[in-house]
Structures are given as C-alpha cells and as structure tokens.
C-alpha cells in the first residue's frame, strides 16, 4: 500500500493516492513486472497541450466571445 505515486513524463503527469498494489517480486528476476491488481482512491493525469492546440483553443474563445 502506498500513500501516493508520482509518474512524470516529458509531457504527461499521473499522480495516484491511496494505491493498493498485489503484485509479483519475483517477476523481476526475469526483468518482468507482473500486477495481479491494482486500484486507488484518486488518479489524476495531467497532459501539457502542444502549442498548436494552445494556440488553437485561444483563437477558438476569442472567437466565442
């Protein structure tokens, strides 16, 4: 059980809470890892949005309103 996960890629951040893992260590002898079960309380996953959709979404309310 662990309180809180923390992934970060170069353009996407999942944070998980209250995470319940069953897994297998001795997978990893064979450079594997097997998760029989894996839940938590609360996922949240935030994705950086290219310049171009940025850009895009701007235009698109300033044309809105």
Do not use: C, M
């Amino acid at each position: 059980r662990f309180t809180r996960l923390t992934w970060r890629g170069s353009d996407t951040t999942i944070e998980a809470e209250d995470v319940v893992i069953d897994w297998s260590p001795r997978t990893l002898l064979s450079s594997r890892l097997f998760i029989r079960n894996l839940g938590a309380q609360r996922v949240s996953i935030q994705i950086k949005a290219s310049k171009k959709v940025a850009f895009r979404a701007a235009k698109d309310l300033k044309e809105a309103v």
